[in-house]
């Protein structure tokens, strides 16, 4: 298509580092993305202490920017009118993290009482702000779809 330019940004990608099971019925996969958003040159964006705990914050570029925003998708079962959401259906699994950065430690990444966050450093001026203190990654073959059952 004439004048189309694809989009290939570097983005902030949170994963779950455990499983848990909502109230809702929804439920988490530990390495599910449970969220996207836009990076801004190396200083990472607002977080809180929850979101440091509970998900393994990283960067990633390599994937075009519509199949980015996706990466939050759940699975969609039933009718329309019925629409329930099983599950995510994009995960970047920690074993995998680990194969691809073989300095990433997965059983720290599952403790929940450590703040384990080997991609990310607390900014100076601010408890909730952070800087990045490593490469983006490349996407390719690390997510995974599980809808289709392979990966991105």
């Given at each position: 298509m004439?004048?189309?330019t694809r989009n290939?940004?570097?983005?902030?990608i949170?994963?779950?580092a455990?499983s848990?099971?909502?109230?809702n019925?929804?439920?988490?996969?530990?390495g599910?993305?449970v969220?996207v958003r836009?990076?801004?040159?190396w200083?990472?964006g607002?977080m809180?202490s929850k979101?440091r705990h509970r998900f393994?914050w990283l960067?990633?570029?390599?994937?075009e920017?519509?199949d980015?925003?996706?990466?939050t998708e759940p699975?969609?079962e039933g009718?329309?009118s019925t629409?329930v959401?099983e599950?995510?259906?994009?995960a970047?699994?920690?074993?995998?993290?680990a194969?691809?950065?073989p300095e990433?430690?997965?059983?720290?990444?599952?403790?929940?009482?450590?703040?384990?966050?080997?991609?990310?450093?607390?900014?100076?001026?601010s408890?909730?702000?952070a800087?990045t203190?490593?490469?983006?990654?490349?996407?390719r073959?690390?997510?995974?779809?599980?809808?289709l059952?392979r990966?991105l």
């Amino acid at each position: 298509m004439p004048g189309f330019t694809r989009n290939y940004p570097v983005m902030e990608i949170a994963i779950s580092a455990d499983s848990r099971a909502a109230e809702n019925g929804n439920r988490r996969q530990e390495g599910d993305v449970v969220a996207v958003r836009r990076a801004t040159n190396w200083i990472a964006g607002e977080m809180g202490s929850k979101e440091r705990h509970r998900f393994i914050w990283l960067r990633g570029y390599g994937l075009e920017e519509a199949d980015i925003w996706a990466l939050t998708e759940p699975i969609i079962e039933g009718e329309a009118s019925t629409v329930v959401y099983e599950k995510r259906r994009y995960a970047i699994p920690l074993e995998r993290l680990a194969v691809r950065l073989p300095e990433f430690n997965v059983d720290r990444a599952r403790d929940g009482s450590d703040l384990y966050q080997p991609f990310i450093l607390p900014a100076d001026d601010s408890p909730h702000r952070a800087v990045t203190i490593a490469r983006p990654l490349q996407l390719r073959g690390l997510v995974f779809d599980k809808h289709l059952g392979r990966y991105l």
